[in-house]
């Protein structure tokens, strides 16, 4: 797994949630749960990180699953974890 985590669609899907979960925590500790009439920044960023998330993920599975199965799927398995946590944090809240 080490060598396949060093290929950079590996760790990009790996990093994105993380900044993203940085930037709900900043939004959530400066604004608070408010409704606006606007979404803001951080709403637009949260959903071009989806469509981009899902687009390297499957960009990823696709080139490293039929090559390297179990390491590739040890990195997948990390790469949806770490992306369900941001929409949990969206979904929770109600964002």
């Known amino acids: 797994m080490?060598?396949?985590i060093r290929k950079p669609l590996a760790w990009i899907p790996v990093v994105l949630p993380l900044l993203?979960?940085?930037m709900l925590?900043?939004?959530l500790t400066t604004h608070g749960v408010t409704r606006d009439a606007d979404e803001g920044t951080e709403?637009?960023?949260f959903q071009?990180?989806?469509v981009l998330?899902?687009?390297l993920v499957s960009v990823f599975a696709a080139r490293w699953?039929?090559?390297l199965p179990k390491q590739a799927g040890m990195i997948i398995a990390l790469q949806l974890a770490?992306?369900?946590i941001p929409c949990a944090v969206v979904f929770y809240f109600n964002l």
């Open 48 to 50: 071009i990180w989806i």
């Open 2 to 4: 080490q060598t396949l």
């Open 82 to 84: 770490l992306s369900f």
């Open 25 to 27: 925590g900043y939004a």
């Open 20 to 22: 993203i979960i940085a």
């Open 43 to 45: 709403a637009h960023l």
């Open 53 to 55: 998330e899902f687009i």
């Open 65 to 67: 699953l039929p090559r």
